[in-house]
């Protein structure tokens, strides 16, 4: 059952005038078979199956209605979606507010399948139905199937709408090459040109009177054997050179803006600083979630 | 889908199979029903997607009502019915997801079953029937069941067992109730035709069929009683009736020789009623046919001797007078054993050597001495006795068993018409003549007789109220419901229907309602719904407490209830793990304070409008 009006807009309450309601092919069937129980009951005088198929009849009367409750009044809205790589399932949020207990509720955006039936108790939920975005870029995720079959199967109730919430799509993971530039061989102006030099374990710069606290394997041992005295050493960590990733101007530019999709995911997975270089736009070196969710969004709208 | 939905369906099919175990394979809607149960289950073996599952539960709720068709007995039908709840929540397994478990599977079921039941009702019980559309179906597959069978050979019967199965039941609804234990006779086949050793009924073993529609014969007079028949499958067309009264069903035809006729398969139970009056019926005054008198003459010489003498006699009354002192004047003993009597002349063998013989014999050697003696006689096979069952509540029964099948003669007396002679009471040892002397108390005080007597109470009364309810019955209710506003009937089908739906869905909404939040909570909420009535509700941001110390000074008595109240609120509230008895002990307490507030504060409150 897929056909009636779309609804626009960030939210949107189901009602008489936006919710449709048929009975599916078993609801056909259900009638089929009511009708055989009737001309059974009927021949064979039976109160049994006479009482079977009234029986049958009132549940599909009361179905019509059981089932047109399960959405009647159920208020949805976008979430606010967080942003996702095309060519994978993108989770995008849904609020529902159901005034009742909502039975069977399946949710599908765009030409996805369908997902399980959810049975909802009253109050707010927030569900998230999965799409699979075009390419990069803002999307809307197109026209989402809200329906239920529930109790019994025999009516589909649907209603249909277009959630209002662009959700940011970065550009596909695709493991390629990508062009590095040099870290700090083209230092923008107004930023540090050098990341500070940190204390780290790499090289042994000097020493410094030992603590409590200090590890025993940072003693200066040559020295205490020396009789002169209880040292620490200090070591010193060089600052790797952040690499500056460009596309690769081999390539076209979706491909590339692919691979440097892939190429912050890795670095980031790996701890690694990294900057970005894009036409028009770059980001300095840096790391952790924001820097690298900064850098994807650059890629993603990147003209 | 929910995981229970596949075990649920797998026992439908398991309850429908048990329904399919009682079903004579002979009607062709029975082979329909195996089938379709075979096609089912293989359907539901195969069934993988929502849409083939949900094909399933259809098909089982059809079976089910197959199987109402064929066995509309109160078991089965009790069977089919749980078969039809297991069938949706099977359904309802299907639509609601992983999420429920069985038990609320089968609430909700339930829940959706009750809700329709009101709807289906009002149809059922308003909706005028339809006939069928034609006689197909009835008059085929006659099962061989039963003690009675339509020849009656004694002879070749050494020993008769005894078998305590069930053959009928009648009830009398409407009043009245049955003959003394000693007059009743429920006859069923009379047997005309005899060839020396055999007797035979003359009635056709399948009635034919009526042409057209069967014409409901009118109902009861208001001052008729009405005796209902409950006949277990016997193979015969013949059912078993007590001689005097009026065919109620259509399907009954009766014939001239007394035999009432059923058109209703004799492979199934029927159910069938007829009027109860004292007079008796047509039947006795139909003159004999020269078949009445046939008699293979030669077979039993010394019979033929006996008879010869009496034959001079003037009258067939005093016929029959010296017969029966005869018969008591001869040493004859009723036994179940009697051995097996020869093929040349058994008849005397019976009367002048052995003596010895249970009603067949007796039925047999009697009638052909009437008609060797120029009487009109013929045997007539069908139930003596029965046991009077009173079950607690309901109306009482007589119930008769195979083993109270019996055989007696019937003789044609000029100016009385058929007159029923019974030889076998002549004999010692006669089992009915020693239970009237003993009363009926005799057989069956265990306590499984008692239950299975309940048991046949509460399934006559399914027959009597359910079975029963028919075209004319509908007609009846229509009647007393509307009467002659006929014409308004769809009317006030369409608003019954409207009502009952509206009535379901407030219900079902209301059960949806009722569980949902804290049961403390709801409970608080009501406690305060019964203040607010009397205008004091909690302003906002007020505590509980000091809401109570605001009630307290309204309604001073209350202080007792409305601490006790608060307190535990208070304590179950802000418990580290709430318990079952503190809900308990909530709802208890909140009884106690509303009914105090019911109870104590109106007294008080006209004091206070008296001096305002």
């Given at each position: 059952m897929?056909?009636?009006?779309?609804?626009?807009?960030?939210?949107?309450?189901?009602?008489?005038?936006?919710?449709?309601?048929?009975?599916?092919?078993?609801?056909?069937?259900?009638?089929?078979?009511?009708?055989?129980?009737?001309?059974?009951?009927?021949?064979?005088?039976?109160?049994?199956?006479?009482?079977?198929?009234?029986?049958?009849?009132?549940?599909?009367?009361?179905?019509?209605?059981?089932?047109?409750?399960?959405?009647q009044?159920?208020?949805?809205?976008c979430?606010?979606?967080?942003?996702?790589?095309?060519?994978?399932?993108?989770?995008?949020?849904?609020?529902?507010?159901?005034?009742?207990?909502?039975?069977?509720?399946?949710?599908?955006?765009?030409?996805?399948?369908?997902?399980?039936?959810?049975?909802?108790?009253?109050?707010?939920?927030?569900l998230?139905?999965?799409w699979?975005?075009?390419g990069?870029?803002?999307?809307?995720?197109?026209?989402?199937?809200?329906?239920?079959?529930?109790?019994?199967?025999?009516?589909?109730?649907?209603?249909?709408?277009?959630?209002?919430?662009?959700?940011?799509?970065?550009?596909?993971?695709?493991?390629?090459?990508?062009?590095?530039?040099?870290?700090?061989?083209?230092?923008?102006?107004?930023?540090?040109?050098?990341?500070?030099?940190?204390?780290?374990?790499?090289?042994?710069?000097?020493?410094?009177?030992?603590r409590?606290?200090?590890?025993?394997?940072r003693?200066?041992?040559?020295?205490?054997?020396?009789?002169?005295?209880e040292?620490?050493?200090?070591?010193?960590?060089?600052?790797?050179?952040?690499?500056?990733?460009a596309?690769?101007?081999?390539?076209?530019?979706?491909?590339?803006?692919?691979?440097?999709?892939?190429?912050?995911?890795?670095?980031?997975?790996?701890?690694?600083?990294?900057?970005?270089?894009?036409?028009?736009q770059?980001?300095?070196?840096?790391?952790?979630?924001a820097?690298?969710d900064?850098?994807?969004?650059?890629?993603?709208?990147?003209? | 889908?929910?995981?229970?939905?596949?075990?649920?369906?797998?026992?439908?099919?398991?309850?429908l199979?048990?329904?399919?175990?009682?079903?004579?394979?002979?009607?062709?809607?029975?082979?329909?029903?195996?089938?379709?149960?075979?096609?089912?289950?293989?359907?539901?073996?195969?069934?993988?997607?929502?849409?083939?599952?949900?094909?399933?539960?259809l098909?089982?709720?059809?079976?089910?009502?197959?199987?109402?068709?064929?066995?509309?007995?109160?078991?089965?039908?009790?069977?089919?019915?749980?078969?039809?709840?297991?069938?949706?929540?099977?359904?309802?397994?299907?639509?609601?997801?992983?999420?429920?478990?069985?038990?609320?599977?089968?609430?909700r079921?339930?829940?959706?079953?009750?809700?329709?039941?009101?709807?289906?009702?009002?149809?059922?019980?308003?909706?005028?029937?339809?006939?069928?559309?034609?006689?197909l179906?009835?008059?085929?597959?006659?099962g061989?069941?039963?003690?009675?069978?339509?020849?009656?050979?004694?002879?070749s019967?050494?020993?008769?067992?005894?078998?305590?199965?069930?053959?009928?039941?009648?009830a009398?609804?409407?009043?009245?109730?049955?003959?003394?234990?000693?007059?009743?006779?429920?006859?069923?086949?009379?047997?005309?035709?005899?060839?020396?050793?055999?007797?035979?009924?003359?009635?056709?073993?399948l009635?034919?069929?009526?042409?057209?529609?069967?014409?409901?014969?009118?109902?009861?007079?208001?001052g008729?009683?009405?005796?209902?028949?409950?006949?277990?499958?016997?193979?015969?067309?013949?059912?078993?009736?007590s001689?005097?009264?009026?065919?109620?069903?259509?399907?009954?035809?009766?014939?001239?020789?007394?035999?009432?006729?059923?058109?209703?398969?004799?492979?199934?139970?029927r159910v069938?009623?007829?009027?109860?009056?004292?007079?008796?019926?047509?039947?006795?005054?139909?003159?004999?046919?020269?078949?009445?008198?046939?008699?293979?003459?030669?077979?039993?010489?010394?019979?033929?001797a006996?008879?010869?003498?009496?034959?001079?006699?003037?009258?067939?009354?005093?016929?029959?007078?010296?017969?029966?002192?005869?018969?008591?004047?001869?040493?004859?003993?009723?036994?179940?054993?009697?051995?097996?009597?020869?093929?040349?002349?058994?008849?005397?063998?019976?009367l002048f050597?052995?003596?010895?013989?249970?009603?067949?014999?007796?039925?047999?050697?009697?009638?052909?001495?009437?008609?060797?003696?120029?009487?009109p006689?013929?045997?007539?096979?069908?139930?003596r006795?029965?046991?009077?069952v009173?079950?607690?509540g309901?109306?009482?029964?007589?119930?008769?068993?195979?083993?109270?099948?019996?055989?007696?003669?019937?003789?044609?007396?000029q100016?009385?018409?058929?007159?029923?002679?019974d030889?076998?009471a002549?004999?010692?040892?006669?089992?009915?003549?020693?239970?009237?002397?003993?009363?009926?108390?005799?057989?069956?005080?265990?306590?499984w007789?008692?239950?299975?007597?309940?048991?046949?109470?509460?399934?006559?009364?399914?027959?009597?109220?359910w079975?029963?309810?028919?075209?004319?019955?509908?007609?009846?209710?229509?009647?007393?419901?509307?009467?002659?506003?006929?014409?308004?009937?769809g009317?006030?089908?369409?608003?019954?229907?409207?009502?009952?739906?509206?009535a379901?869905?407030?219900?079902?909404?209301?059960?949806?309602?009722?569980?949902?939040g804290?049961?403390?909570?709801?409970?608080l909420?009501?406690?305060?719904?019964?203040?607010?009535?009397?205008g004091?509700?909690?302003?906002?941001?007020?505590?509980?407490?000091?809401?109570?110390?605001?009630?307290?000074?309204?309604?001073?008595?209350?202080?007792?209830?409305?601490?006790?109240?608060?307190?535990?609120?208070?304590?179950?509230?802000?418990?580290?793990?709430?318990?079952?008895?503190?809900?308990?002990?909530?709802?208890?307490l909140?009884r106690a304070?509303?009914?105090?507030?019911?109870?104590?504060?109106?007294?008080?409150?006209?004091?206070?409008?008296?001096?305002?």
């Amino acid at each position: 059952m897929d056909f009636g009006r779309p609804q626009q807009g960030e939210r949107v309450r189901l009602r008489m005038r936006n919710l449709y309601i048929l009975p599916t092919r078993f609801g056909w069937l259900w009638l089929a078979g009511t009708v055989l129980l009737q001309v059974i009951g009927v021949q064979m005088q039976s109160n049994g199956t006479l009482l079977l198929s009234f029986l049958m009849l009132s549940l599909f009367l009361l179905t019509l209605h059981l089932t047109h409750f399960n959405l009647q009044g159920v208020e949805l809205g976008c979430g606010a979606p967080a942003p996702g790589f095309a060519g994978d399932p993108v989770p995008y949020p849904i609020r529902l507010r159901c005034p009742g207990r909502s039975e069977g509720v399946r949710l599908r955006l765009g030409g996805e399948a369908a997902g399980p039936p959810l049975s909802l108790p009253p109050g707010e939920h927030e569900l998230t139905v999965a799409w699979r975005p075009p390419g990069r870029g803002w999307h809307q995720p197109g026209l989402l199937r809200v329906q239920t079959t529930a109790p019994l199967g025999l009516f589909c109730c649907w209603s249909r709408w277009y959630p209002g919430a662009a959700q940011l799509i970065y550009p596909a993971r695709r493991a390629g090459p990508v062009r590095l530039l040099a870290g700090g061989s083209a230092p923008l102006a107004g930023e540090p040109a050098v990341a500070s030099r940190q204390d780290g374990s790499d090289d042994w710069r000097d020493l410094a009177p030992h603590r409590p606290q200090d590890s025993p394997s940072r003693l200066a041992w040559k020295l205490l054997a020396q009789g002169r005295g209880e040292y620490a050493k200090r070591f010193l960590d060089q600052p790797e050179t952040a690499p500056r990733l460009a596309p690769d101007p081999g390539l076209p530019l979706e491909v590339a803006l692919e691979h440097l999709s892939e190429r912050i995911w890795n670095y980031h997975g790996r701890g690694l600083s990294y900057g970005l270089e894009l036409s028009g736009q770059s980001v300095a070196p840096g790391r952790g979630l924001a820097h690298r969710d900064q850098c994807l969004a650059a890629l993603a709208c990147c003209r | 889908m929910s995981r229970a939905a596949a075990p649920l369906q797998w026992l439908t099919m398991g309850l429908l199979a048990v329904g399919l175990l009682g079903l004579s394979p002979a009607l062709s809607l029975s082979l329909l029903a195996f089938g379709l149960a075979v096609l089912t289950a293989l359907k539901l073996r195969e069934a993988r997607s929502l849409e083939e599952r949900r094909l399933v539960a259809l098909l089982q709720l059809v079976g089910a009502g197959l199987l109402a068709a064929l066995r509309p007995e109160l078991g089965p039908s009790l069977l089919q019915g749980l078969a039809i709840l297991l069938a949706l929540a099977g359904l309802l397994a299907l639509e609601l997801g992983a999420g429920p478990d069985w038990k609320a599977l089968m609430r909700r079921s339930l829940q959706v079953l009750l809700a329709a039941l009101p709807i289906a009702l009002v149809l059922f019980l308003l909706l005028p029937r339809l006939m069928p559309f034609s006689n197909l179906g009835t008059g085929q597959g006659m099962g061989v069941m039963t003690g009675l069978s339509d020849s009656m050979e004694p002879g070749s019967i050494a020993r008769l067992s005894v078998s305590r199965a069930a053959a009928a039941r009648v009830a009398f609804p409407l009043g009245g109730g049955p003959p003394p234990l000693g007059q009743r006779f429920w006859r069923v086949l009379v047997h005309q035709r005899f060839d020396g050793r055999r007797w035979r009924s003359t009635a056709p073993p399948l009635p034919r069929p009526a042409a057209g529609q069967p014409t409901p014969p009118p109902p009861a007079a208001p001052g008729e009683g009405i005796q209902l028949w409950l006949v277990e499958p016997s193979g015969l067309a013949a059912v078993p009736w007590s001689g005097a009264g009026r065919p109620l069903s259509p399907d009954l035809t009766l014939q001239r020789s007394g035999e009432l006729l059923n058109r209703a398969p004799g492979s199934q139970r029927r159910v069938y009623a007829l009027t109860q009056t004292a007079d008796p019926g047509d039947w006795r005054s139909q003159p004999p046919g020269p078949i009445d008198l046939v008699l293979p003459r030669g077979e039993n010489p010394r019979l033929e001797a006996l008879a010869a003498e009496w034959r001079r006699l003037g009258s067939d009354r005093q016929r029959l007078n010296a017969a029966g002192s005869w018969f008591r004047s001869q040493p004859f003993r009723y036994t179940l054993e009697p051995g097996a009597l020869p093929r040349q002349a058994p008849l005397d063998r019976f009367l002048f050597e052995t003596r010895l013989g249970f009603c067949g014999h007796y039925a047999s050697a009697f009638t052909t001495l009437m008609r060797a003696a120029g009487v009109p006689a013929r045997v007539v096979s069908g139930y003596r006795g029965g046991q009077w069952v009173q079950p607690v509540g309901g109306s009482g029964y007589v119930d008769l068993r195979q083993a109270d099948a019996h055989a007696w003669s019937e003789v044609w007396l000029q100016g009385e018409g058929w007159q029923r002679v019974d030889p076998t009471a002549w004999a010692d040892g006669d089992p009915l003549a020693s239970a009237v002397t003993t009363s009926e108390t005799a057989t069956g005080t265990a306590p499984w007789d008692w239950l299975q007597r309940q048991w046949w109470g509460l399934d006559i009364a399914w027959a009597r109220w359910w079975l029963g309810y028919d075209s004319e019955q509908q007609q009846a209710l229509v009647q007393r419901l509307l009467g002659d506003q006929r014409h308004l009937l769809g009317l006030v089908v369409l608003l019954a229907v409207a009502i009952s739906l509206a009535a379901s869905l407030g219900g079902l909404g209301w059960l949806g309602r009722r569980r949902s939040g804290d049961p403390l909570r709801l409970e608080l909420e009501h406690t305060l719904r019964a203040f607010a009535r009397h205008g004091l509700a909690p302003q906002a941001g007020e505590t509980l407490p000091v809401f109570a110390q605001r009630l307290m000074q309204r309604w001073p008595a209350l202080a007792g209830p409305l601490n006790a109240y608060v307190a535990n609120y208070q304590r179950q509230r802000f418990a580290s793990t709430p318990s079952r008895t503190g809900r308990r002990q909530a709802q208890r307490l909140g009884r106690a304070l509303r009914r105090s507030l019911r109870t104590g504060n109106l007294p008080k409150e006209a004091v206070q409008r008296e001096h305002p």
